[in-house]
């Protein structure tokens, strides 16, 4: 997708609120000249890795980026392997800070001081050329390694836009509370670029317990959204925190149980929507997740279909993406998905999916947290032509026999785990993402304990 110069800000005036501090409402002009300050403390290279972890200050950097032709650089992991893979593909890439990391394998740049020095006045805003690459984005790795994603400037404003339309919040001022990092895809979009063009504005923080993000809800006004996980849902219901009126929730990143979003809906009085899309596609569609199954596109957005292969195009997406799930179109832009297609399992003829087993395993009374894991080799001891599930769980007041029980009930018996290994938590990303990476880790280090 490609365009003219577009506005660095749409959907909103220069002073209009755009973001949200401890200190109070941001409104654009002031954002526009932090942006300006920080550009002139931003080193020549074009590549920046923007790690700064106030959505604020990221905002402001990014803006930066823009003003002076530089291209953001958004892995979804900041492990010190990840960011040296990074500094060694991109000649001269150096990081932007602003609290935390001792060590990094690339030069850093710690964030501006706002307060200091003079602010130049801010008359108009600035535009960019839609046509440039402004952002690279990476996949979270929980299928494979992580790849990268070039996303235009026109994309990107498109992107927002859609969004707030599709989710019926454009130009409605809605405040927006994120519990994700922002340099992830789905933090991103829903946060950071819902603010710049589709006329909402973001919370500062990233709060991540239910005390917290009761607090940040609390320090901004209505409309507010939560942008969220289930897996912060989940915590948000076990917690015994008192709520603060939110008018909707925003969740991604996993499936979402529809008792687990009715709950939060009798809970809050707030409906529960879901956005669907990849690193790849950007976001594709959204749903209440209470009213059915199916999902609604995002204006501009179209599915195409070859058998089995689903292809978006239109829109933000910028060109014809292979989507990764299987898909059945419905009337009206609507339609269901049936899982991955790397999720398939098959097993001595029967098949299943590992969203369907981990759903059964996560619905069973006394399981916090559980996923099912395919290895990619037989585990010792099975037959060389049996590779065997595995599963772990954090259930820490069920019994082996009482857990293995449930599951025979929910699972065709040659889809129960061995082993089925307990652990005191699951070695989740930020956004509540399991990387096959870190599943495989896991596995390795517990597949020769005894199978249940």
Not at 73 to 86: E, F, M, V
Not at 115 to 123: C, L, N, R, S
């Amino acid at each position: 997708m490609t365009g003219a110069e577009l506005p660095l800000v749409s959907s909103a005036a220069l002073d209009d609120v755009i973001a949200w501090r401890p200190e109070g409402a941001v409104p654009v002009r002031t954002f526009l000249a932090d942006a300006q300050r920080a550009a002139k403390a931003l080193p020549s290279s074009g590549w920046v890795v923007n790690l700064c972890e106030d959505r604020y200050h990221f905002a402001v950097v990014f803006a930066a980026c823009l003003l002076t032709g530089k291209t953001s650089l958004q892995p979804a992991s900041h492990s010190i392997q990840t960011l040296g893979q990074l500094a060694r593909d991109h000649a001269g890439a150096f990081a932007v800070t602003d609290t935390g990391f001792d060590q990094l394998p690339l030069p850093r740049v710690v964030f501006v001081d706002l307060q200091a020095g003079e602010t130049e006045p801010v008359d108009g805003i600035p535009v960019i050329a839609g046509e440039r690459v402004v952002a690279v984005l990476f996949t979270s790795g929980s299928t494979g390694l992580p790849q990268a994603h070039g996303k235009t400037w026109a994309m990107l404003v498109a992107n927002g836009r859609a969004e707030a339309e599709g989710l019926g919040l454009l130009g409605s001022h809605t405040a927006l509370v994120g519990t994700v990092p922002v340099q992830h895809s789905y933090g991103f979009e829903s946060t950071f670029l819902m603010a710049l063009h589709g006329g909402c504005a973001f919370w500062s923080g990233r709060p991540f317990y239910p005390q917290d993000v009761a607090e940040s809800v609390q320090a901004v006004p209505r409309p507010r959204m939560v942008v969220t996980t289930p897996f912060h849902l989940g915590n948000m219901l076990a917690s015994d925190v008192v709520w603060p009126a939110v008018d909707a929730w925003l969740s991604a990143t996993a499936p979402l149980d529809a008792q687990l979003a009715a709950q939060v809906e009798a809970r809050s009085g707030a409906p529960v929507f879901e956005i669907y899309g990849s690193t790849e596609s950007s976001q594709l569609a959204w749903r209440r997740t209470t009213a059915g199954l199916a999902w609604r596109l995002l204006p501009g957005v179209q599915l195409l279909q070859s058998g089995d292969e689903t292809c978006a195009d239109g829109g933000h997406v910028g060109g014809r993406v292979p989507l990764s799930d299987l898909i059945e179109l419905q009337a009206d832009r609507r339609f269901l998905l049936h899982g991955r297609h790397a999720d398939l399992i098959n097993i001595a003829g029967k098949r299943t999916s590992l969203a369907y087993l981990n759903h059964q395993l996560l619905a069973i009374d006394g399981v916090d947290d559980g996923a099912f894991f395919m290895p990619d080799e037989p585990a010792e001891g099975a037959g060389q032509q049996v590779v065997r599930l595995a599963a772990f769980v954090v259930a820490p007041r069920l019994t082996r026999s009482v857990l293995m029980a449930a599951l025979r009930v929910r699972v065709d018996p040659i889809f129960m785990p061995r082993p089925l290994v307990w652990v005191e938590a699951l070695p989740r990303n930020p956004m509540g993402k399991l990387p096959r990476s870190a599943l495989q880790s896991l596995y390795g280090q517990n597949s020769k304990k005894a199978s249940a």
